[in-house]
Nanobody, 122 residues
Framework: QVQLVESGGGLVQPGGSLRLSCAAS????????MGWFRQAPGKEREFVAA????????YYADSVKGRFTISRDNAKNTVYLQMNSLKPEDTAVYYC???????????????WGQGTQVTVSS
């Protein structure tokens, strides 16, 4: 069992930046691929970014490519999502997830955090 706790969300103006963190409860964290997803009100949960367990290969949704960066620190059991040039349409609850392999599909992930709210508004 892996417990995930997100932090770093908040209110930011358009064009601003935020860094989300997701801390995992186990040292086995390094074996898991990690993903970030988001869900806006009235919409389905959508893929944002993912990173593999060891090599750190990354993959991004087209909507965030060039603005968001996913990274991980296996020594700290933590994955990050650096979000720059934020837009109002980035407003959502952001979730981190752990799975056996990197995927854009939420169903491929085994463990989920509780989510952190990101609001982009002037």
């Amino acid at each position: 069992q892996v417990q995930l706790v997100e932090s770093g969300g908040g209110l930011v103006q358009p064009g601003g930046s935020l860094r989300l963190s997701c801390a995992a409860s186990r040292r086995a964290f390094r074996r898991y691929a990690m993903g970030w997803f988001r869900q806006a009100p009235g919409k389905e949960r959508e893929f944002v970014a993912a990173i593999t367990s060891i090599a750190g290969t990354t993959y991004y949704a087209d909507s965030v490519k060039g603005r968001f960066t996913i990274s991980r620190d296996n020594a700290k059991n933590t994955v990050y999502l650096q979000m720059n040039s934020l837009k109002p349409e980035d407003t959502a609850v952001y979730y981190c997830a752990a799975g056996q392999s990197m995927s854009v599909y939420a169903t491929e992930y085994d463990y989920w955090g509780q989510g952190t709210q990101v609001t982009v508004s002037s």
